[in-house]
Structures are given as structure tokens and as C-alpha cells.
């Protein structure tokens, strides 16, 4: 019994990649490489997000997210908290490698720890830092879809 019991359990992840063939994307080296950093098994459930960018001193941004934490530069999200909880830990492929305020490469992490009144359904809402220039580094990703992936949960606020 225990060894069906095993077989069975052994089966289970072959069976989800087969039924999950028709959702695989076009990018099955980058869908492993995400899976690999962020310990997600390939296919898992992620989104394509349409992403726009917001900075501080932009009308209606403060220094708080919507939990009452400091914003921080290139890693709040804001998010519709009915698609993506607050306090997800999201993983977002096309920003691995992108300059970082600290002069840093970005690893892909953000924070879902934000909402927006403009924020509804499939959209998120990347926090670059303070004034407008901030968001020079990711302007060919405004407006764009990304790939994001839940990858875990954070208590408290989000890093700094």
C-alpha cells in the first residue's frame, strides 16, 4: 500500500505538466531558469500583469504603502488586492538585472504591500523611488506586460 501510495505521489507532478501543456509558454529555458530562482515549479500559477510605474512626489503618493510601511524603491508593488493578496512575495523576471538605487542588479523580488485606486484586475503598480527620473531605468517596461509569479508571503513590512 505504502509503495502506491509513493508511485502515486511520484505521478502527481507528471500528471499537472501534461495537463498543464496547453498553458506552457513559449519560453520553457526562462520559465526553468524563474522556476530555479524562485524554487516555483515551472507552470506554476503566475500572471501577465500590465505594468505602469509611480514615484514619489507623483500626485497622491506618500511615503506609506497601504499597510502604513515606508515604500521602498524598486521593490513596493501595488496590486488589486483581490487578484494578488497584500503581503505576496512576487517574483518578476524582466526586472532581474535591473539597476538598483544602490547601484545593486535588481533579483526579481518585490513586495506586494500597496493598492491604487487605478489599480483593478490584471494591472500592477512598480514603486521606482523618488522623483521622475527614477523611473528612467524601467520606462521600456511601462505599459508592458510582465510576468509575475507568487513566490511566498512576508509578515510585518517589506524589506528596505
Given at each position: ?17 501534461a495537463s498543464n501543456a496547453q498553458a506552457a ?136
Open positions: 500500500m505504502r509503495r502506491r501510495l509513493a508511485a502515486l505521489a511520484a505521478a502527481i507532478p507528471l500528471i499537472a505538466i509558454t513559449n519560453d520553457p529555458i526562462g520559465d526553468l531558469i524563474v522556476s530555479a530562482l524562485t524554487g516555483s515549479s515551472p507552470g506554476s500559477p503566475g500572471y501577465k500583469l500590465k505594468a505602469t510605474l509611480y514615484h514619489a512626489g507623483a500626485k497622491g503618493v506618500g511615503a506609506l504603502d497601504s499597510l502604513g510601511c515606508k515604500v521602498v524603491a524598486m521593490r513596493t508593488a501595488a496590486i488589486d488586492k483581490n487578484l494578488i493578496p497584500r503581503r505576496t512575495v512576487l517574483f518578476i523576471k524582466e526586472t532581474v538585472g535591473l539597476p538598483m538605487p544602490d547601484g545593486s542588479r535588481h533579483d526579481g523580488y518585490w513586495y506586494a504591500s500597496d493598492v491604487g485606486g487605478a489599480i483593478k484586475g490584471e494591472r500592477i503598480d512598480l514603486y521606482t523611488g523618488h522623483g521622475k527620473a527614477s523611473m528612467k531605468p524601467m520606462m521600456p517596461l511601462n505599459l508592458s506586460r510582465l510576468t509575475v509569479t507568487k513566490v511566498g508571503q512576508f509578515k510585518g513590512c517589506p524589506p528596505s
